[in-house]
């Protein structure tokens, strides 16, 4: 029986730099530079399927489960825009800073040191952000389901990770880890990657129905990400419960 899709040395190697997330020139700056892009996709989305009102916070009354939140770069800016949300991370230290960063900014944000499929909540979600992941969990087949699990009918689950490609294996590892030195170096393993095919076939168990899919690129003379056809790399995909 399948019980947890927590992988405890990614979740070590996340609480270790814990106290740099909201650091925009740290460990995590590359986070950083493609948050906006990831804050108005979603958003856009969210507008769009839900047909909401685009005024000054569209997301009232939308309830979003942040699967994975760290310090709460994703969760603040969803309660800004009018979300009710919920973060959760396996890490209690990413859970701690993330409590603290939302008290500062006075943010009502409900943080859970948890996983999704240890999560006892009574309402369920009307979104929920699976942003950059699915690459590190244990199961990736279970931790869909239990996601699924949290999230109402006709709910749209996005799933944001990398491609098992030749070229994701050059720029996210090679790149980025060791040439570029934009992330530390582990912080990805390849094998973890997950091809837009496979991941369509898990979801399409749990009667998750693909709704778009994009790629995120990242110009490096522009130095900024875009939203883009090429998915070889960074991919979204965005799904609806049916």
Known sequence: MKNNTINKKEI????????EWWNPEGKFKPLHKFNPIRISYIKENI??????????????NIKI????????????????????????????????????????????INYYCSSPEKLKIKDKFDVILNMEIVEHVEDVNFFLESCNNLLKKNGIMFVATLNKTLKSYIFAIVGAEYILRWLPIGTHEWEKFL????????????????????????????????????????????????
Not at 68 to 94: F, H, Q, W, Y
């Open 65 to 108: 489960l942040d699967v994975g939140c760290g310090g709460g770069l994703l969760s603040e800016p969803m309660c800004r825009l009018g979300a009710t949300v919920t973060g959760i991370d396996a890490s209690d230290k990413n859970i701690s800073v993330a409590k603290l960063h939302s008290e500062k900014t006075n943010l009502k």
């Open 47 to 60: 507008i769009q399927t839900f047909k909401l009102e685009n005024k000054k916070t569209p997301l009232e």
């Open 12 to 19: 070590e190697k996340f609480s270790k730099i814990a106290e």
């Open 195 to 242: 091809k837009p095919e496979d991941l369509i076939s898990i979801q399409k168990k749990y009667n998750l129905k693909l709704d778009k899919i994009n790629g995120m690129s990242f110009n490096i003379l522009k130095n900024e990400w875009s939203v883009s056809e090429d998915k070889s790399v960074n991919y979204i995909a965005k799904f609806i419960k049916n």
